[in-house]
């Protein structure tokens, strides 16, 4: 799908350039017009005649698109460590260096959302050590486009949080509701989508499995089970929302194993909510184990958020070059430090979300002294990237917007022979609203301050918590909510050391295991 500006211009302000362009900020992929003066930003909105964001941009998008751009803290330049300091560095230097350290040793790729998938194309043809913060799946990770989520009759939710991650799909739920569908949520913390809920129950993650595994099974269940199992049943099509971040969980296989179930014997849609990698990769936690047997890193994104202080200690002995937005704990901790184009200012193809869609959408922002990964490492290395070679290209230049071919998940041989981790309470950590990039940005920090452990009253009282909880030696402020489920305790994940505002804690300081979502505490 190709846009071109509207006739009329949406705003009022003065401009002389306007750009249109798909926002990367989700899978949600909405258009939007930039409007510029002599190369600044004026004003942005959405385009009204796209179908996907129907004229509308949510926070994060304008945060990224707009406020990123020109945050005094963005990082700009090329920056190298020398003792305790970092000093700049010219291109030509900085890709000498570059040339010398990654040319010897084992190499390690982290990639993370900001990484374009050109810069995946291209450590991909370097190493299989392509290492990604989201969860990797090899079918399609969505039967549904969320704009036809509005035709569902039922909707059951499983842990998806639409609101925050995939922002503006929230649109085709409440479409759905009002046309009389039926949404029950089954969740360990009171998501947004909870108050459009005709029916919802707030579980800790083994129970929402079991309640899942319910329904799968011949034998009479108890009522709320027997009710959504009749539903599945009589509404044909009905549409199961599923988090991501359970895919990165000790639950992945179970609700692998139970949504091609459900697939199979009711014909339900299905579609993940949040951020998955739908190319080969490998998880993060193969990283940790096999941490010592890299010489050099090259990180895109904030991954050391998620690295155990001994980690963190023996960085000393490897190369690390990254590329960020902000300088985060990565950037603090890197040897080589670019500033990352942000997917605004680069051709861009967004890929890393669980709509089983690609969307291209062209570069609307001209910075300076900001790098593309694919470029610096392949000038470095003497290697060209193209993303003409692409296998999807083609039909992405001509049509904008392109399926991924993958296998349903139907069709997938999950054996529905899994291990069903148990717990007394759950360590839940998950990003909100505000992700990484919105803590450097004081009016989106605003809306969550502090990073702070959030529990259900009874279980607070039930083992004898009041103001605070130690979790990993840290010290959390404890909130206490009826909006948690029993047996369990939530973190916002986002926070880290290096944060301008309100700093917090990166997950791989109090995580047994950071790259997990849930891990059970007690
Ligand atoms: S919903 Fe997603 S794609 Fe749309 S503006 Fe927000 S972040 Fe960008």
Redesign the pocket.
Known sequence: MSLEPTKIPLTVKEFDSQKVGF?A??G???GYILYQKEGKIVDLYGHPADPR?MGS??T??IA?IQEATTNPMRLKGIFMRKGDEFISVDYAQALEILKGKLSKGKTAFLLGRQAGLEDYLLARSLSEDVFVDAPIVEFMPSSLKPTDWKRAKFILSVDAEPVFS???ATRWVVDAIEAGAYLFCLSSRYETTCAKAKDRLLLKPDSIIEFLQAILKPEKGDSKVEFVKRSLFLMRGALVLVGAHLLNSPFREAILSILAGLRKKFGVNYSFVGDLMPFPAKPMEEFFERFEEFDNLVVVGNHFRYLREDHLKALKDKFVVSFQVFPNITAHYSDMLFALSMYQERDFINYRHGFGYLVYSPKTVDAQDVYSPADVLGKALGLRVSLKDFEYYEDLETKGEVELRMEDIGSKGFSGDYYTRKGELFLYTDSTLVEDLGHWNPWTHEMERFQRAYINTHTARRIGLKDSIQIGGISFDLITTENIAEGVIFIPSEYEEFQPFDPGHRVGAFLKNPYHRYEVFL
Do not use: I, T
Request: proline letters at 0%; glycine letters at 20%; a neutral charge.
């Open positions: 926002c900020g989700c949600c992929a909405c964001g941009l949510c994060k998008g990224y995939e922002v503006m």
